[in-house]
């Protein structure tokens, strides 16, 4: 299954998860228990030591979802950036010069809008960054719709400019969402850092080993004050991706078995095949040499796949898509945070994307994508809207904690993101299917 299926049908869990979260907040029958269930304290104790604690109190389970569970998600997002930069379409200056300018127009454009559309409240404006990112599951999903229409130029660019918005969410929330620092646990988050970096430079490519170290520095950067989730991001550009000899020892490992090996003939077929134990071993021999021609990185990059984007971003879309719409009014939309956060996503991420693009092209930075038109591009430009998971992600940084004030506004926060999302991958499915032609060699 190629990576835009993938997506595709990722894209189509995130969905029922979503429906199901609102269904459950708003069946009277499910309402309290859909509620109360987040509000439940989570363990793993080793006598005293609990993993899920934080300034001595247990974790509750939305605690744990959008803590631990998300550093994991960030962990997937950070090992797809660093592919990116080494080998994929942000490994060079000219590849990478359109997203990245995109993405830049696509995160200031949105915060500006949300400023002058919010008003002047500070716990209100705490949440100027929610309309900044855009979901890559859902915008490439939408975009897999259209399957060979789309020239596969214009899907690399929205995967890297997405790309890119996610390193500017995961700067943004290390910055602005972290909160006191504790120094004697930050050191010890540096020391974790220098023991990753360590088995990174003495080629240690065990998983185990980064998991294990990756799991601490999680814990530390919990008790530090920095947001933990940060740490899937750190791990992940710690973690190797080269080999340690190179793809020609294990190459040359493979074709030795592979000559050793024995030859069963067509006619011969049906007979009955017992090895021996030295025919066995080139066997093993040949799965550990190809298996150790893949780098970890992309080796856990490929495993992370299924876990996080069918199970973990689900989770979380339940856990935290479950808006209450008895306590709202539809007209939330069109007012306050509501207003602030749909102008961001809708207008301010197409206009970012869209003109700083434009400028870019036009001034000779950069060229535009092979084989697409202005008005393709302008269409990929309204998916970028797509906010959901980061922007959901964000915006519970935002108002959880702030007072009275924090679940209305928090609420309307993600009913905005969600009626954003869904407006932008209508409204780009429309403009996509007048705009691409109806069939293109990739």
Not at 255 to 261: E, L, R, S, Y
Request: hydrophobic letters at 55%; glycine letters at 8%.
């Amino acid at each position: 299954m190629s990576k835009f299926k993938k997506w595709m049908s990722s894209s189509v869990v995130l969905v029922i998860s979503t429906v199901l979260a609102l269904l459950c907040a708003n069946i009277p029958a499910l309402k309290d228990t859909y509620f109360s269930l987040w509000q439940n304290t989570v363990s793993i104790s080793i006598g005293n030591f609990n993993l899920f604690s934080h300034a001595g109190h247990s974790m509750s389970v939305m605690e744990v979802i959008n803590d631990f569970l998300m550093a994991i998600f960030f962990l997937s997002v950070g090992l797809e950036i660093k592919r990116e930069i080494l080998v994929g379409e942000l490994s060079t200056m000219k590849k990478a010069m359109l997203p990245i300018i995109g993405a830049c127009g696509g995160m200031i454009i949105p915060v500006l809008l949300f400023v002058l559309f919010c008003p002047d409240n500070p716990d209100m404006t705490r949440g100027m960054a929610i309309p900044m990112a855009t979901d890559i599951a859902f915008s490439l999903g939408v975009l897999s719709l259209f399957k060979t229409r789309v020239p596969v130029s214009l899907k690399m660019f929205l995967a890297a400019l997405a790309v890119a918005d996610d390193l500017g969410g995961i700067l943004v929330i290390a910055i602005f969402y972290s909160s006191h620092i504790d120094v004697f646990f930050l050191i010890l988050t540096a020391v974790a850092v220098l023991v990753l970096i360590i088995g990174n430079r003495m080629h240690i490519r065990t998983p185990a080993f980064y998991i294990t170290v990756g799991l601490v520095l999680w814990y530390l950067m919990l008790q530090s004050g920095i947001h933990a989730t940060i740490s899937g991001v750190v791990l992940a550009f710690c973690v190797p991706a080269s080999l340690s000899m190179g793809t020609g020892y294990y190459l040359r490992q493979i074709k030795h078995n592979v000559n050793m090996f024995p030859v069963v003939k067509l006619e011969d077929n049906d007979k009955p095949v017992v090895f021996t134990n030295q025919d066995i071993l080139a066997l093993r021999s040949i799965e550990s040499a190809a298996d150790k021609l893949i780098s970890p990185l992309q080796d856990l990059e490929d495993h992370l796949h299924v876990p996080v984007n069918y199970y973990v971003v689900p989770i979380f879309a339940f856990a935290n898509a479950g808006i209450d719409l008895s306590i709202l009014d539809f007209g939330d939309l069109f007012n306050g945070v509501g207003l602030a956060v749909l102008m961001g996503l809708l207008v301010g991420k197409f206009v970012g994307v869209f003109s700083f693009s434009w400028l870019a092209v036009k001034a000779g930075i950069v060229t535009l994508p092979k084989d697409v038109s202005w008005k393709a591009f302008a269409s990929v430009c309204v998916l970028c809207g797509i906010g959901f998971t980061v922007s959901m992600f964000i915006a519970d940084l935002s108002y959880m904690g702030i007072g009275d004030s924090a679940h209305i506004l928090l609420n309307q926060a993600k009913l905005a993101v969600l009626a954003g999302s869904v407006i932008a991958a209508f409204a780009g499915c429309v403009m996509l299917n007048r705009t691409l032609p109806q069939s293109i060699e990739n």
